[in-house]
């Protein structure tokens, strides 16, 4: 494919991407499609000859679009509702055209820089104090991944080495996301000595539960090493106190980390000030702008006060990758099991331009708004409740006729394609998710979706 | 951003990305920049207000590209040269319009069952018996950890709960790439725990070695846990004897994960089936497409012959992720510490489909040749020596006249812009690496680097 071949194809290719973009809604956001249909769809071989890029762009008009969940669709409301927005997708063209793999900082002095420049914006927009230092993964569950080594490193430093010692201990939240614990398998503390500290009112994990645990397991001769916080819960998008984590977190010597993947975002907003409660405080930090901030998957940060420990703990030079700026320039390899590093730092860079903070701050209100005013909603119709308090752009609802009609009712609003969501369970019982992120969604969207909800619950419930 | 400006933006992007592939030999493959350069260039906050995007793609052209190491450049030949052909650049502006997340089949039907056909595809272009399932990470370093990880649960079952056990043993070559090492640390084996066997001839494992320190570790009561070959090291490209090491492993129960994220992608050749060898009886093997398969950064596969040893190391499912199909098909998450997964599958189908089988054997026997070539005339410039068997599409080569004046050869032709050399340490000599991989390369590219290096040894040595 010459440039010039190159040039037709993606010229055609930003039409339909534009298209999409503009006709989006008149796609269902779940397919419909059973298990299996595009495997069948497709040949059991890739081609001997090559085939022609039209044909290629044709079958995945046809064939693999509508295969797909609608993502980028403002109607899209399951799991926590992301969107990439325009500049974000403009970068990624442009790092795919690169190809960069910023490892060492010779290896793109660009990638290298622009990281700790718009991780540097970041932390200004999120009123971290200026000794964090920042670093892109691909998923907050790789971020906190590492933020778990980091806490292994400091408690008992002779990991590197000698390997994980028996009897670490991390803490969470019931509710925290699955990743802390999948975090604490991988690098070896093990599953049962993850601790689900108990919640409370608004879901907040319980400081007294934690203490309690922790004295319980010093008592057994186990270590407590990490305090995993987290700002914006998977199920209901509730927030643990972290400055009263962070005291009890310095006076045991553990590392506390917070897990603000998607909960962090708003702490952009200066009136989120609670939000950052305890943050100054924490070792690290994870926030997701892919999740929050308009940029296309993926991009997760983890913030640090203690880089050191991070390098301590994983920094690996062999001779090939040595270079003469070693030691005067950050090679960001040096703080991540990956030694491949995306030019992910340019999508980000395109974002907080193309927003600038006033424009950012708006996007973040307007889904605050929005799911204020569906709570209104689910408030005012007398065959629903709300399951939890509505604290960011997260509103979690059932029918009050039970479990059965509650999931009846999201798989046919599913069903019908109007809007996707999803589900969680709360004290036992069967909890509707409605998630507000994409940055088309409008007030008439969320009519839409609530007048859809509405008719399928008169249908199931009268 | 409406889709209408994102329509105008995007086609400008694009008019400079063809540009920019046409122009690419204009450019210095190393940046000439000193460290800091860049941050100084930018402001120290983001903007306030939002910025137009024409004045952000203006700095991106005159602030970062030339800040930029231009790996894309066909005369990129540090570290492995790697290329992100123009269908794979076609296949990201897609996949960052969909902005998918396909961690469960119903987030995205597309790409989980996208992801289970192109590696279908693969797996038959590597000659790999179809019990062999497949997963894309990002990066091989993931790849090989999580190899690890499936090793730990098979040796050591209860891993998953109780943690990390003592003395688990990971033997892999001394000239095995870092991410091997960094792994065993993140994991919880420890550093002293990755053993490094001796090479023999030609820079391979050797096998007596190996079986030599297993003895000696069940002799001090430690648990052999995992044999890593590697097929193309990063030093030499050399490719350790994974049949002889497959028999090992079978005979202590060990599990065999074969590196091959670089040499792996001439497996596709018939003609060189040697570097298959064995391969059909390893636990798991790493291929980067992104290394060789002409496929943009990241994506690196990892094939096993055992997934569910894998899916019983780090399989969770929360509430909020149980959807009605699970167990009917596979959730990708089930396999992988990261829950986000990028519809990264794509762009190695548009790849694979724009070259065909025959297209990309093309290209890998091209570089294979220009390898070749180099090899012949290093030989016969009575200045130089080649350091090592030249077996894939890596020439490592010096000045008979010492390691200093090879380092300011390497230096001096880097400095030129005209060409990007990298080096490693073989024996404890200074030794040039020279990689080809990238898809513009040509004869006449290879001609006037060697002319190049050729000058530039004429001022250091005569």
């Known amino acids: 494919m010459t440039p010039e071949e190159f ?10 991407m534009a298209d999409y ?16 249909d595009l495997m069948r769809a497709l040949p059991g071989s890739a081609p001997e000859e090559a085939e022609s890029i039209e044909s290629i762009l044709s079958d995945f ?8 969940t609608q993502w980028n669709h403002p109607r899209f409301h399951a799991y926590f509702s992301v969107s990439g927005a325009p500049p974000g997708i403009l970068a990624e063209m442009l790092i795919a055209t ?25 932390r200004e927009w999120l009123g971290l ?40 201990v991390v803490y969470t939240s019931e509710h925290a996301h699955s990743s802390i614990e999948k975090s604490g398998i991988a690098i070896g503390i093990g599953q049962k000595h993850v601790r689900k500290v108990a919640v409370g009112e608004g879901y907040r994990m319980r400081v007294d539960a934690l203490e309690q645990m922790i004295e319980e397991d010093k008592a057994a001769g186990l270590r407590p090493c990490c305090v995993c916080a987290t700002v914006g819960t998977t199920s209901m998008a509730s927030v643990d106190p972290v400055a009263p984590l962070a005291d009890i977190a310095r006076r045991e010597q553990m590392w506390l980390h917070v897990d603000a993947a998607y909960g962090g975002n708003f702490a952009v907003l200066p009136e989120m000030g609670h939000l950052r409660e305890g943050w100054a405080e924490a070792d690290s930090i994870v926030v997701n702008p892919h999740k929050g901030l308009l940029t296309p998957i993926d991009l997760s940060v983890l913030y640090t006060r203690r880089p050191e420990v991070m390098r301590g703990a994983l920094s690996l030079v062999p001779e090939y990758l040595k270079t003469a700026t070693d030691g005067e320039m950050a090679n960001l390899m040096d703080y991540a099991v990956a030694l491949g590093r995306r030019f992910r730092s340019l999508k980000l860079w395109f974002v907080m331009r193309a927003y600038g903070r006033k424009g950012m701050e708006a996007y973040l209100r307007a889904q605050l708004a929005m799911a ?11 065959r629903f409740e709300v399951c939890a308090p509505v604290e960011l752009s997260l509103v979690c609802f059932r029918l009050k006729a039970g479990d059965d009609a509650s999931r009846a009712l999201m798989e046919a609003v599913n069903e019908s394609g109007h809007a996707f969501l999803s589900h969680t369970v709360l004290g036992g019982r069967f909890v509707i998710r409605l998630a507000i992120g ?25």
Chains 1, 2 share one sequence.
């Open 21 to 36: 973009m503009t006709h989006i809604r008149e796609l269902p956001v779940l397919p419909r499609v059973a298990p299996g």
């Open 98 to 122: 690169l190809n960069v793999n910023g490892m060492v900082w010779k290896s793109s002095p660009a990638a290298t820089e622009l990281e700790m420049v718009t991780l540097g914006w970041l």
């Open 129 to 168: 104090p200026g000794e964090f230092f920042g670093l892109i993964h691909d998923t907050a569950s790789l971020s906190s991944m590492h933020a778990l080594l980091a806490a292994r490193a400091m408690v008992a430093p002779e990991s590197r080495v000698e390997g994980t010692p028996k009897g670490l």
């Open 438 to 462: 994409n940055y088309q969604t409008t007030a008439e969207d969320m009519r839409g979706t609530w007048a859809k909800v509405q008719e399928e619950a008169g249908r199931l419930v009268g």
């Open 372 to 382: 204020r005013e569906l709570e209104g909603w689910v408030r005012a119709d007398g």
């Open 61 to 68: 008009r046809e064939l693999i679009v509508p295969a797909n």
């Open 7 to 16: 040039r037709r194809a993606a010229h055609e290719a930003v039409d339909w």
